[in-house]
């Protein structure tokens, strides 16, 4: 089967994407309830300061439960259960909390994000069909379908279309890891004096959806995983925004830059300058 032939028609992405939104909500309605008082570390992933909770992989496994049952062939992409194949032609890309250390300390913002893509669950290559972020803390949901634009909540959304780099507020995130921190410092150093402000919010996910709706003009960040960006990126794009990596890549684990096409080619071109997506020394 060629990839061309794996990408369902308008119908299939609108059912996909009501899927997405509920299985969002469901194991949102998980994450909100089920938050004790005091969250203990269940273990870590890439670094100590990286952490993973019991509330992670009980998410997780909820949505893997709900999509064997109702797309069994389908493969899945979990942030803590790895990758289980399937026969479709589609993954869905999972993150049962986005925004762990958020969710560990009682900080907004955490997420749960769902995704449904077409090909390789790689985003050097696949088609993000159908997506949904649900923000615990707050309630809100923004979903998209691939050719059928964006919303929050039910209603259309669109990016803000800023005026210069200069009055563009910035969302962007930092690894865990000491040396990547170290890099991501300089880079910062460069791009907050030429716009409006910066803000670090803790959720890639949401981060990503709030370039969509407005609430941010520009996002980057280094380091994103597959299931950091499936549906948030999806959102944005959606609702107008360019997302793309550097050097004319994809969004890649390499760098994510997302925000209207005249102002995101300046960060991109600004990031560039700078060597943000340079090795790690």
């Known amino acids: 089967m060629s990839h061309a032939e794996t990408v369902p028609s308008e119908p299939d992405v609108t059912a996909l994407r009501e899927l997405a939104r509920h299985l969002a909500l469901e194991a949102g309605a998980l994450v909100r309830g089920g938050r004790p008082d005091r969250v203990e570390v269940a273990g870590t992933k890439s670094s100590d300061v990286d952490p993973v909770t019991a509330m992670d992989r009980a998410s997780e496994d909820l949505l893997r439960r709900r999509l064997a049952v109702q797309r069994p062939e389908d493969a899945v992409l979990g942030e803590e259960g790895g990758g289980t194949p399937g026969t479709s032609g589609l993954t869905w890309v999972l993150d049962p909390i986005d ?91 460069e791009v907050l004096p030429r716009v409006r402000d910066v803000r670090r919010l803790g959720s890639a996910a949401i981060d990503l959806c709030l370039v969509g709706d407005g609430s941010l003009d520009l996002y980057y960040e280094r380091g994103l995983n597959p299931w950091d960006m499936a549906a948030g990126g999806l959102v944005a794009a959606e609702a107008g925004a360019r997302v793309s990596g550097l050097h004319g890549a994809p969004a890649t684990v390499d760098m994510t830059v997302a925000g209207t096409p005249e102002r995101q080619a300046e960060l991109v071109a600004l990031l560039e300058s700078t060597g943000a997506d340079a090795a790690v020394r």
Do not use: M
């Open 99 to 189: 925004g762990t250390v958020n969710y560990l300390y009682g900080v907004s913002s955490w997420a749960v994000s769902v995704a449904v893509v077409a090909g390789e669950p790689d985003p050097a290559s696949w088609t993000v069909l159908a997506g949904a972020v649900h923000s615990v803390v707050d309630g809100v949901t923004w979903s998209a379908g691939r050719g059928q634009g964006a919303d929050r909540d039910g209603t259309a959304i669109q990016v803000r279309r800023a005026a210069s780099l200069a009055t563009c507020l910035v969302g962007t995130g930092f690894g865990y890891a000491a040396e990547r921190r170290e890099q991501q410092a300089r880079v910062l150093v």
